[in-house]
């Protein structure tokens, strides 16, 4: 509404329940275009960090928009894979982080057993001696890389912001909610 003859902004998000995995939908919202893709419900399926269809449909997506910047926020379901080829495009790009789920498998930073998931435990040493398994490890290395390559990285409030120092990220930001 401010700066709609200066900035277009468009969306690309999931839609959920769609009928068939792979359909897109399009369509406008307030002046902006918002592209939906349909995703496969799996278990787990917000645990999962790549997915190289849903990667190759964005680097169409981008190359057909041909974006100044993308701002990132909650790719689960879309995952890692979109912000990795953005990358590759050579595109800036932001990311807002607002849980763990680039930090490890605890989306909130707690697992079943009640551990909280900060500080040294989130280290890669600390997470290699608490039997984190391999899979898990990569997963972790390959989020924190697209976080790391990123223009910035915008926690959702100083304390968040710090969680994310804590692992060695450089580029992080507290922009606080509402602002």
């Not at 700066?3 to 002046?31: D, K, L, P």
């Not at 169409?60 to 379901?77: E, S």
């Not at 607002?98 to 930090?103: N, P, R, T, Y």
């Not at 909280?116 to 898990?136: F, H, Q």
Request: with cysteine.
């Amino acid at each position: 509404a401010r700066y709609g003859n200066e900035i277009e902004v468009q969306i690309f998000t999931t839609v959920e329940g769609g009928e068939r995995a792979g359909s897109v939908q399009q369509y406008v919202i307030n002046g902006m275009t918002v592209t939906a893709i349909t995703v496969e419900m799996a278990v787990g399926m917000e645990w999962i960090a790549r997915d190289e269809g849903i990667g190759q449909l964005f680097a169409r997506y981008l190359d057909f928009t041909k974006p100044d910047i993308v701002h990132f926020h909650c790719v689960q379901r879309l995952t890692g894979s979109i912000v990795e080829v953005t990358r590759d495009a050579g595109i800036p790009y932001l990311v807002t982080v607002h849980d763990g789920w680039w930090l490890c498998d605890h989306q909130f930073l707690i697992d079943d057993t009640g551990k909280v998931w900060t500080g040294e435990a989130l280290t890669i040493e600390g997470m290699m001696s608490a039997n984190v398994p391999a899979v898990s490890i990569e997963r972790t290395v390959y989020l924190r890389k697209l976080l790391a390559d990123a223009e910035a990285v915008l926690a959702v409030s100083a304390s968040f912001a710090e969680i994310y120092r804590d692992v060695g990220l450089t580029n992080v930001k507290a922009v606080e909610n509402g602002t």
